[in-house]
């Protein structure tokens, strides 16, 4: 394989015109060079022996072998295909690589080895992709091993609660068993054990189930594309599928994917704090430090790298798509009601506390009846035995009280509702990486974002053209009236002065245009319009310095050698930014002066097209002598107006945010006219009277104003004009003094501030660079703002589920603790038995939360203020004081979550879910109780023998809990005073999850009944039972809201 041209990429920036090398001879060495590697290798390793690869502090002995194998002369050919084994080019990467990689002639001898063209890359067939696995290995890293069922199965068994159950079941069965007076009365204790068993398990299985939903999600934060140069052609492949020899182009904002070398660089500029373990950024170039390292970042810069290794034989040995997976974090929400579950376990354990001694003492003085109205304690006749199979069976109904009051799945309903929404938000394409974040945005009182990708499609088309003082709409006319040199320095400029590139495949009249929108639209324009030849302009020039675009000085820079030997600077950027630094223009073959008048002209021509909405930029050149590019006293060639447009539906979305109570406010490097003239397509600028003043503002007069005034006008702007991530950045301090809570969008590197100062990062999947989406907490996949709207809408749908499954479970705990408590001291025994209790917990702690979970976010969430911040930490005022003595186990978490700063003080648990909630356990105790003590009579059971009838009574008592919890269900759906079965028939999951509620309860007291010892029950029993349940509801359905005090609240 010939060994390609020097292109003129391969220039270090800011170098000198290269002298002329001897081209032949230089191959001669690279082919003397491979025939020396081999021979080394062959004569050193001996045998085929993997060696492990070392760090970048201690050489291992495949480094001491390199060392002294580069003392060894050099003698024959490689057997194989490539011309460098494995150990080779590992070595280039180690400590001392630039003395081996200049044994190859650098990079230059190195290609020809890996079969790779320097401009057009490897060829990039499936044969040669396989070929170069086999031989270097995939860019692949080991995964950290999933947990497994049985390890989920093993954390669910380690409930304390759970264990002091069985603990005891256990005891008082073995306690029969050596009394000898064990009957069927066992079936308690064990239906307490299978009932436990059954929790554990479907506990398991709801975790496992979870942790399944976040590693799929896991999948998706590690599925990264990059973009890599194959067969002449940009194009974009999975990072898993990089090899070594492939030729990736890098900018401002990357990551380095593998170990490799530079083939040409200008101003690159290094992170390797992450890689290398200092905290430092490194000049690259081709000559003196052209080694990059695997998880390395590029801060500034352009340049291009040939891929030396891969994988687990890179240095860093550690996955480049490092962005943060789900680990289990808790949320803010979840932090908080932990708090609520310790408050109420406090409670619960006082209370069984207190009924465990009041139990004890009226026993052991003789109060406590058995069935027979003899006493069940008698100081002279019970043994030892008896007294600790009483205390055991004291200390179970403690236990009982306690697992009934308190409220465990409060927790386990914010992860189901998380993992619910994150896969939702996935189909939605949007990537959540932060759990917290999801909270935040249902927070969330303005955004700020980019226009050019997020607001607009990111399409852009020329369309417009002012050159040589001929302006034009009809670009296909254009190149005849325009001159030839004009013609050719315009193309030049274009050609010379991008990142993109021209590809034209064979077969095909279409050429295919690489690079960013913008210089794909530039690209095209000189290609269809003006019939630009790229590749020919390339070959006939060489560039040797290179100022690349940043968003502070928009513009870029080449100076470059034509064939004829002339030197030229060419500038593109920013239309006023260029037209500022010209004193000339090209009027049709001449070199003009720009006076006032002309100039005048340019800037008004500027202004039109930014008010029809174009985005500006313009082509200027001078001849260039010695010394820095010269960016003044410019030749204007011409004005370029470039169209980008609107999203489809985007003002309906804005209208959507703005009827949230979410302000968006734009902020883009356009000039303000554009920057205007978009907003107001989009909706965001209305041009209505009532609008506020200084609404729309250029950047840099917001910087120039005090601290007091930034913040004074914050909250007014909506649009900001040539705006740099600077600016951005105050935009977002004033805006979170004044108490917003913002979400920010990012895309380059120089975002990375702004993200980590707003509440909520969110970067961008198609234009945000590597840096961008790692410190991100949400990764907008396709750039789109209408996904955006959707991730607010979860956030709030979060918020109001988390509400409605608290109100729903503190309803069950609440009725029965009071009625176990009430039951406990009157009767000295509970109607429900701690089977029972474990049933109602499982139905309600993981069937209630699946079926809440499973609620699609209601449309009127978007038509409501934003969720009010801190509204979860004060959860009640009952609560507060108990949790107070518990932050001191959150001071260590230094962390602050945005939700829990409060800028108003409305509580979680509002004043109609708090009437809702007396309302419901009022019901269910009063009716309950009720049966309670006069179901004999209810129930006609008057004929029946005591045990049985309190048999049937605890049974229907049980029932009618039951399909209360199911009723209530329903009304839970919403957490205000709406129709409870809008859109129930769609939710097949909910219908499907209250049927299984149904059937379970029926197989339970039908097929069941010796192990949750209940008694079959008739149709009329059954009638009631649903009857009672249904009253519920009918409950619920009371027009609580007709009274003012209870009105619904803004952020419900």
Same mark, same amino acid.
């Given at each position: 394989?010939?060994?390609?041209?020097?292109?003129?990429?391969?220039?270090?920036?800011?170098?000198?015109?290269?002298?002329?090398?001897?081209?032949?001879?230089?191959?001669?060495?690279?082919?003397?060079?491979?025939?020396?590697?081999?021979?080394?290798?062959?004569?050193?390793?001996?045998?085929?022996?993997?060696?492990?690869?070392?760090?970048?502090?201690?050489?291992?002995?495949?480094?001491?072998?390199?060392?002294?194998?580069?003392?060894?002369?050099?003698?024959?050919?490689?057997?194989?295909?490539?011309?460098?084994?494995?150990?080779?080019?590992?070595?280039?990467?180690?400590?001392?690589?630039?003395?081996?990689?200049?044994?190859?002639?650098?990079?230059?001898?190195?290609?020809?080895?890996?079969?790779?063209?320097?401009?057009?890359?490897?060829?990039?067939?499936?044969?040669?992709?396989?070929?170069?696995?086999?031989?270097?290995?995939?860019?692949?890293?080991?995964?950290?091993?999933?947990?497994?069922?049985? @390890?989920?199965?093993?954390?669910?068994?380690?409930?304390?609660?759970?264990?002091?159950?069985?603990?005891?079941?256990?005891?008082?069965?073995?306690?029969?068993?050596?009394?000898?007076?064990?009957?069927?009365?066992?079936?308690?204790? %064990?239906?307490?054990?299978?009932?436990?068993?059954?929790?554990?398990?479907?506990?398991?299985?709801?975790?496992?189930?979870?942790?399944?939903?976040?590693?799929?999600?896991?999948?998706?934060?590690?599925?990264?594309?990059?973009?890599?140069?194959?067969?002449?052609?940009?194009?974009?492949?999975?990072?898993?599928?990089?090899?070594?020899?492939?030729?990736?182009?890098?900018?401002?904002?990357?990551?380095?994917?593998?170990?490799?070398?530079?083939?040409?660089?200008?101003?690159?500029?290094?992170?390797?704090?992450?890689?290398?373990?200092?905290?430092?950024?490194?000049?690259?170039?081709?000559?003196?430090?052209?080694?990059?390292?695997?998880?390395?970042?590029?801060?500034?810069?352009?340049?291009?790298?040939?891929?030396?290794?891969?994988?687990?034989?890179?240095?860093?040995?550690?996955?480049?798509?490092?962005?943060?997976?789900?680990?289990?974090?808790?949320?803010?929400?979840?932090?908080?009601?932990?708090?609520?579950?310790?408050?109420?376990?406090?409670?619960?354990?006082?209370?069984?506390?207190?009924?465990?001694?009041?139990?004890?003492?009226?026993?052991?003085?003789?109060?406590?009846?058995?069935?027979?109205?003899?006493? @069940?304690?008698?100081?002279?006749?019970?043994?030892?035995?008896?007294?600790?199979?009483?205390?055991?069976?004291?200390?179970?109904?403690?236990?009982?009280?306690?697992?009934?009051?308190?409220?465990?799945?409060?927790?386990?309903?914010?992860?189901?509702?998380?993992?619910?929404?994150?896969?939702?938000?996935?189909?939605?394409?949007?990537?959540?990486?932060?759990?917290?974040?999801?909270?935040?945005?249902?927070?969330?009182?303005?955004?700020?974002?980019?226009?050019?990708?997020?607001?607009?499609?990111?399409? @852009?088309?020329?369309?417009?053209?002012?050159?040589?003082?001929?302006?034009?709409?009809?670009?296909?006319?254009?190149?005849?009236?325009?001159?030839?040199?004009?013609?050719?320095?315009?193309?030049?400029?274009?050609?010379?002065?991008?990142?993109?590139?021209?590809?034209?495949?064979?077969?095909?009249?279409?050429?295919?245009?690489?690079?960013?929108?913008?210089?794909?639209?530039?690209?095209?324009?000189?290609?269809?319009?003006?019939?630009?030849?790229?590749?020919?302009?390339?070959?006939?020039?060489?560039?040797?310095?290179?100022?690349?675009?940043?968003?502070?000085?928009?513009?870029?820079?080449?100076?470059?050698?034509?064939?004829?030997?002339?030197?030229?600077?060419?500038?593109?950027?920013?239309?006023?930014?260029?037209?500022?630094?010209?004193?000339?223009?090209?009027?049709?073959?001449?070199?003009?002066?720009?006076?006032?008048?002309?100039?005048?002209?340019?800037?008004?021509?500027?202004?039109?097209?930014?008010?029809?909405?174009?985005?500006?930029?313009?082509?200027?050149?001078?001849?260039?002598?010695?010394?820095?590019?010269?960016?003044?006293?410019?030749?204007?060639?011409?004005?370029?107006?470039?169209?980008?447009?609107?999203?489809?539906?985007?003002?309906?979305?804005?209208?959507?945010?703005?009827?949230?109570?979410?302000?968006?406010?734009?902020?883009?490097?356009?000039?303000?006219?554009?920057?205007?003239?978009?907003?107001?397509?989009?909706?965001?600028?209305?041009?209505?009277?009532?609008?506020?003043?200084?609404?729309?503002?250029?950047?840099?007069?917001? %910087?120039?104003?005090?601290?007091?005034?930034?913040?004074?006008?914050?909250?007014?702007?909506?649009?900001?004009?040539?705006?740099?991530?600077?600016?951005?950045?105050?935009?977002?301090?004033?805006?979170?003094?004044?108490?917003?809570?913002?979400?920010?969008?990012?895309?380059?590197?120089?975002?990375?501030?702004?993200?980590?100062?707003?509440?909520?990062?969110?970067?961008?999947?198609?234009?945000?660079?590597?840096?961008?989406?790692?410190?991100?907490?949400?990764?907008?996949?396709?750039?789109?703002?209408?996904?955006?709207? #959707?991730?607010?809408?979860?956030?709030?749908?979060?918020?109001?589920?988390?509400?409605?499954?608290?109100?729903?479970?503190?309803?069950?705990?609440?009725?029965?603790?009071?009625?176990?408590?009430?039951?406990?001291?009157?009767?000295?025994?509970?109607?429900?038995?701690?089977?029972?209790?474990?049933?109602?917990?499982?139905?309600?702690?993981?069937?209630?939360?699946?079926?809440?979970?499973?609620?699609?976010?209601?449309?009127?969430?978007?038509?409501?203020?934003?969720?009010?911040?801190?509204?979860?930490?004060?959860?009640?005022?009952?609560?507060?004081?108990?949790?107070?003595?518990?932050?001191?186990?959150?001071?260590? #978490?230094?962390?602050?979550?945005?939700?829990?700063?409060?800028?108003?003080?409305?509580?979680?648990?509002?004043?109609?879910?708090?009437? #809702?909630?007396?309302?419901?356990?009022?019901?269910?105790?009063?009716?309950?109780?009720?049966?309670?003590?006069?179901?004999?009579?209810?129930?006609?059971?008057?004929?029946?023998?005591?045990?049985?009838?309190?048999?049937?009574?605890?049974?229907?008592?049980?029932?009618?809990?039951?399909?209360?919890?199911?009723?209530?269900?329903?009304?839970?759906?919403?957490?205000?005073?709406?129709?409870?079965?809008?859109?129930?028939?769609?939710?097949?999951?909910?219908?499907?999850?209250?049927?299984?509620?149904?059937?379970?309860?029926?197989?339970?007291?039908?097929?069941?009944?010796?192990?949750?010892?209940?008694?079959?029950?008739?149709?009329?029993?059954?009638?009631?039972?649903?009857?009672?349940?249904?009253?519920?509801?009918?409950?619920?359905?009371?027009?609580?809201?007709?009274?003012?005090?209870?009105?619904?609240?803004?952020?419900?």
């Amino acid at each position: 394989m010939k060994s390609p041209q020097r292109s003129s990429d391969d220039l270090e920036a800011g170098g000198d015109i290269p002298k002329s090398r001897n081209h032949s001879r230089r191959r001669g060495r690279g082919i003397f060079v491979a025939v020396d590697a081999s021979i080394r290798f062959k004569s050193a390793m001996g045998c085929e022996k993997e060696i492990e690869l070392g760090s970048h502090d201690q050489p291992t002995a495949k480094d001491v072998k390199l060392s002294q194998l580069e003392e060894q002369p050099v003698q024959a050919s490689y057997p194989d295909e490539f011309g460098i084994r494995l150990e080779e080019l590992v070595s280039i990467s180690c400590d001392g690589g630039l003395s081996v990689l200049k044994r190859f002639d650098g990079v230059s001898g190195l290609s020809p080895l890996l079969h790779t063209d320097l401009d057009k890359g490897i060829c990039g067939t499936h044969e040669d992709i396989r070929r170069r696995r086999n031989k270097f290995g995939s860019n692949e890293y080991p995964l950290k091993k999933e947990r497994n069922f049985w @390890m989920f199965l093993g954390e669910a068994s380690r409930s304390f609660t759970l264990i002091v159950l069985v603990l005891a079941a256990l005891a008082s069965l073995l306690l029969q068993i050596k009394t000898k007076t064990i009957s069927h009365e066992w079936y308690d204790e %064990a239906g307490i054990i299978v009932a436990v068993i059954l929790v554990i398990f479907v506990t398991a299985i709801s975790n496992y189930n979870q942790s399944l939903q976040f590693e799929k999600l896991n999948d998706e934060k590690r599925n990264i594309c990059i973009e890599v140069t194959r067969n002449g052609r940009l194009v974009e492949v999975p990072i898993y599928d990089v090899v070594v020899g492939d030729i990736i182009p890098l900018k401002s904002g990357d990551q380095v994917p593998a170990d490799g070398v530079l083939v040409s660089g200008y101003s690159l500029q290094i992170g390797e704090y992450e890689t290398m373990g200092t905290n430092r950024t490194v000049h690259k170039d081709t000559d003196i430090d052209p080694i990059l390292i695997s998880g390395s970042k590029v801060e500034d810069g352009i340049g291009r790298m040939l891929v030396t290794s891969v994988g687990m034989n890179t240095q860093w040995r550690m996955p480049m798509a490092c962005i943060p997976l789900y680990t289990g974090e808790e949320t803010p929400l979840q932090v908080h009601l932990n708090r609520v579950v310790i408050a109420f376990g406090l409670i619960s354990i006082s209370v069984a506390l207190v009924v465990f001694l009041i139990e004890s003492c009226l026993c052991f003085m003789g109060r406590t009846k058995n069935t027979d109205g003899s006493p @069940m304690f008698d100081a002279g006749k019970t043994t030892l035995d008896e007294k600790i199979d009483m205390v055991i069976k004291f200390i179970i109904l403690g236990v009982t009280i306690i697992v009934v009051a308190v409220p465990e799945g409060l927790p386990l309903a914010v992860t189901l509702n998380i993992a619910y929404m994150t896969r939702k938000l996935l189909g939605e394409k949007v990537l959540v990486q932060k759990l917290s974040a999801c909270e935040a945005m249902g927070s969330a009182t303005t955004i700020v974002c980019h226009k050019t990708g997020i607001l607009t499609l990111n399409q @852009m088309e020329v369309v417009d053209v002012c050159a040589g003082r001929v302006r034009t709409h009809n670009l296909d006319t254009m190149a005849a009236e325009l001159s030839p040199l004009l013609i050719s320095l315009i193309t030049e400029g274009i050609a010379l002065n991008t990142n993109g590139s021209v590809y034209h495949p064979e077969g095909q009249s279409e050429p295919e245009v690489f690079g960013s929108a913008t210089e794909r639209a530039i690209l095209n324009f000189g290609v269809k319009q003006l019939g630009m030849n790229f590749d020919e302009i390339k070959s006939k020039s060489t560039i040797f310095r290179v100022s690349p675009f940043n968003s502070r000085r928009k513009r870029r820079g080449v100076a470059v050698q034509l064939h004829d030997s002339q030197v030229r600077v060419h500038w593109k950027g920013a239309a006023k930014t260029i037209l500022a630094s010209c004193q000339w223009y090209m009027d049709k073959d001449n070199i003009a002066a720009m006076d006032q008048e002309k100039r005048f002209y340019f800037e008004k021509t500027i202004d039109e097209m930014s008010k029809e909405g174009l985005r500006c930029a313009a082509l200027a050149y001078r001849k260039f002598t010695d010394g820095d590019i010269p960016e003044s006293n410019l030749v204007l060639l011409a004005i370029i107006g470039i169209k980008d447009s609107c999203r489809p539906g985007i003002s309906r979305a804005i209208q959507q945010c703005r009827n949230a109570g979410v302000k968006v406010c734009m902020v883009t490097g356009d000039d303000l006219l554009t920057a205007k003239a978009i907003a107001m397509q989009c909706g965001i600028l209305r041009g209505t009277l009532d609008e506020p003043a200084n609404t729309a503002i250029l950047a840099s007069e917001f %910087a120039s104003m005090s601290e007091a005034d930034r913040e004074e006008i914050a909250e007014n702007i909506v649009v900001m004009g040539r705006s740099s991530p600077d600016e951005n950045l105050l935009l977002l301090e004033a805006l979170k003094k004044k108490g917003h809570v913002v979400a920010a969008t990012g895309k380059g590197i120089r975002d990375a501030p702004s993200l980590r100062q707003a509440n909520i990062s969110l970067a961008m999947g198609i234009g945000g660079t590597a840096i961008v989406k790692e410190c991100s907490d949400i990764i907008i996949l396709e750039d789109n703002f209408t996904s955006i709207v #959707k991730v607010i809408q979860w956030g709030r749908f979060l918020y109001t589920n988390a509400q409605r499954f608290l109100q729903f479970r503190l309803t069950v705990n609440a009725s029965a603790l009071i009625i176990c408590v009430v039951v406990a001291v009157h009767s000295h025994e509970i109607p429900l038995n701690v089977a029972q209790l474990l049933w109602i917990n499982l139905l309600t702690f993981t069937f209630g939360a699946w079926a809440l979970a499973s609620e699609p976010p209601m449309d009127n969430l978007m038509r409501r203020p934003p969720v009010r911040k801190g509204g979860a930490k004060r959860i009640t005022w009952f609560c507060s004081y108990l949790c107070e003595f518990l932050k001191w186990m959150e001071r260590k #978490k230094s962390k602050k979550f945005p939700i829990s700063r409060s800028r108003t003080k409305e509580p979680f648990i509002t004043k109609l879910m708090w009437a #809702k909630f007396v309302a419901q356990v009022s019901f269910q105790v009063s009716a309950l109780l009720y049966l309670n003590f006069r179901g004999e009579s209810i129930l006609k059971l008057e004929n029946k023998s005591l045990d049985q009838a309190n048999k049937v009574k605890n049974t229907v008592i049980f029932n009618c809990f039951v399909f209360c919890q199911v009723f209530n269900e329903v009304e839970c759906r919403t957490s205000y005073q709406g129709n409870t079965f809008s859109g129930i028939l769609k939710n097949h999951l909910f219908l499907g999850t209250i049927l299984l509620n149904v059937i379970l309860q029926i197989i339970v007291i039908e097929c069941l009944g010796i192990f949750f010892y209940t008694a079959r029950l008739n149709l009329k029993q059954w009638l009631i039972s649903i009857g009672i349940g249904f009253f519920s509801q009918v409950i619920g359905r009371f027009p609580f809201q007709a009274f003012p005090y209870l009105r619904n609240e803004d952020h419900i």
